[in-house]
């Protein structure tokens, strides 16, 4: 009895990611949702660290809840 994962089946999934219309696109999506969420995560931690900040009228607030 084999234990693990058998090289074939990383490597038919290496040729689908890389090889195929479909794999490509869930390559790109994937990157894409991947730095949608660490820029999300370093957006609300700056605004943790910056929380004092002056608000002047040329400010762009990702976050804005329109309250004061």
Do not use: C, R
């Not at 660490?38 to 804005?64: Q, R, V």
């Amino acid at each position: 009895m084999q234990k693990g994962i058998p090289v074939d089946s990383i490597n038919n999934f290496f040729n689908w990611l890389f090889g195929t219309k479909p794999g490509v696109i869930a390559l790109m999506v994937g990157g894409i949702l991947l730095f949608v969420v660490i820029s999300y995560f370093l957006e609300k931690g700056t605004k943790a660290k910056f929380y004092n900040h002056e608000k002047s009228e040329g400010d762009f607030d990702l976050f804005d809840t329109g309250e004061e």
